[in-house]
């Protein structure tokens, strides 16, 4: 716990040390505010433009939450059906390696144009952004078991729905969490990237994607700061929320969330 | 109790592992398998177990075959095999959790078993919180919890240190004295094997055969002193000089 507030310590250090870095540049070159506005400039945006802020927080967080609740249910699915033989995994891994690789910012144009805009279709794009990572590491937990655990489960008579819900899936947790932590982060990317094509969702106002376009477009690039520190502090939340899930699920008997607790 | 008879076993068209087996186990005997590696004695055991198929030959099991005979039986592998996520004592129950036995019976058990293996005070730890020793004498209570007549034990104390292996021989022969199991046992442990069987087959390697079988007359119960008689240390060097045999051949 001690190191834990350490390295808390030496992050906000770093900020720090950012902050001052940044403010130094900007008197330094003496840039005008629309190209690089000094820290305080974007506090203040920050104030002013609280409500319109947290609204357009709101939303995406709601499509990022929404797309990566979904991953993990759909992901899990496919995953246990992957796990179930070696010639579905043969026919159809090639195709999850192809939602990893296809450019997101290529196909959210296209589900918009399906979909429609709105928080569905956003919601869509963070979900197919989530869903590999989920798949790949799901599976590979829920296969990776030991075979003599097997072999014992076997050794008394145990079906294949009980090999399935006591050894096959406890087993993957750990990987489920690994996957969810990569999908926790790209969740948001996958938000704001459909919202930089679904303009406004609701009359007047958008996710922090669309924010982002508009406040680029009129120039305020304070805001545009304010809503870039929006949606980075929003992926960090992710990020920790998952974390502390985790920890929550596995710290009894998990080597790895022992170790990130320690270190 | 298990009859084995001209049993082979080879894996596609590799050279056979095992050739021709004829033997025999009484119920109640305690029959080690020793040999050098690759002589087919852990597939031996496999093949009692049913986890593989002979290629040809027949294994019967109180005259079943052996996949309808492992509700009576118990297979002890060589690392503990614990489930991590599991409490000790959930891991003990957990057989008996897989063969629908009801909450209340297991509880029972397990509890039981608990004390009898020297654990009761750990029931509520993680498997991660255990020493090798320790977490050995759980997969041991595990085997033993559904009652088994017929253990199967796969070099299940050989990654110990010796000090530790030797207590958990002596246990396991208290075990033994108190719930009347037969054994068959794969080991490396020349000594091991005297101290435990009443009887000792050595195989010979490619093809894995058996190539002598000693009686191992000690008396019961056997404890630390027996290791130190005379007769002991002759039955070592009659199994060694057996071994050795076997190697140079």
């Known amino acids: 716990m001690k190191k834990y507030s350490v390295t808390v310590l030496n992050a906000l250090a770093v900020f720090a040390a950012l902050l001052l870095l940044w403010y130094g540049l900007d008197r330094l070159l003496r840039l005008p505010p629309y190209m690089l506005p000094t820290p305080l400039a974007v506090g203040r945006a920050v104030v002013a433009r609280f409500p319109s802020l947290l609204a357009s927080l709101a939303i995406t967080t709601e499509e990022a939450a929404g797309g990566l609740a979904a991953s993990i249910v759909v992901g899990l699915l496919i995953a246990l059906l992957f796990a179930q033989s070696r010639w579905i995994r043969r026919m159809l891994y090639p195709y999850t390696i192809l939602l990893q690789t296809v450019p997101i910012v290529a196909v959210a144009p296209l589900i918009l144009m399906w979909v429609g805009p709105g928080i569905l279709s956003v919601t869509l794009v963070a979900f197919i952004i989530c869903l590999a990572p989920i798949i790949a590491n799901t599976t ?5 078991v030991e075979p003599n655990l097997i072999h014992l489960f076997l050794m008394h008579n145990a079906s294949r729905l009980q090999i399935l819900t006591r050894l096959r899936l406890p087993h993957a947790v750990p990987s489920l969490f690994v996957g969810i932590r990569i999908a926790a982060g790209i969740s948001v990317i996958g938000a704001i990237t459909g919202e930089l094509f679904a303009g406004s969702s609701r009359v007047g106002e958008g996710g ?14 304070d805001y545009l700061f304010a809503l870039v520190l929006a949606a980075t502090v ?23 969330a022992r170790t990130m607790i320690d270190e | 109790m298990v009859s084995l008879s001209n049993l082979s076993k080879r894996y596609g068209s590799s050279p056979p592992v095992l050739r021709q087996i004829d033997l025999a186990i009484d119920k109640g005997e305690f029959v080690s398998l020793i040999g050098p590696s690759g002589c087919g004695k852990s597939t031996l055991l496999k093949l009692i177990s049913g986890l593989t198929n002979p290629s040809s030959g027949s294994i019967l099991i ?30 003990v129950g957990l057989g008996l959790e897989l ?141 060694s000089r057996a071994l050795r045999g076997v190697h140079s051949a």
């Open chain 1, 234 to 256: 929003l992926g960090f939340a992710f990020f920790f929320l998952v974390m502390f899930l985790e920890w929550y699920f596995l710290h009894n008997w998990h080597e790895s």
């Open chain 1, 208 to 221: 922090l994607g669309y924010s982002i376009l508009y406040a680029s477009a009129q120039l305020q690039t």
């Open chain 1, 140 to 144: 590979q937990g829920l296969i990776s």
């Open chain 2, 62 to 91: 109180d005259g079943m075959t052996p996949v309808n005979a492992r509700k009576t039986m118990s297979y002890i592998f060589q690392d503990a095999t614990l489930l991590p996520w599991r409490t000790v004592a959930r891991n």
């Open chain 2, 99 to 239: 063969e629908h036995v009801g909450r209340e019976v297991r509880k029972e058990k397990v509890q039981s078993l608990l004390e009898l293996v020297g654990l009761t005070h750990v029931a509520r730890a993680y498997p991660r919180q255990l020493s090798g020793g320790m977490k050995m004498r759980v997969s041991v209570a595990r085997a033993l919890a559904t009652t088994p007549h017929l253990l199967l034990m796969d070099e299940p104390f050989g990654a110990l240190d010796e000090m530790t292996r030797d207590r958990l021989n002596e246990e396991l022969l208290r075990l033994r004295a108190e719930q009347k199991w037969t054994a068959v046992f794969v080991t490396h442990s020349v000594s091991e094997a005297v101290f435990l069987s009443t009887r000792i087959v050595v195989l010979a390697p490619s093809p894995g055969r058996i190539a002598h079988q000693i009686a191992i007359d000690l008396p019961f119960p056997r404890t630390s002193i027996t290791r130190e008689s005379p007769q002991f240390e002759s039955l070592v060097t009659d199994v």
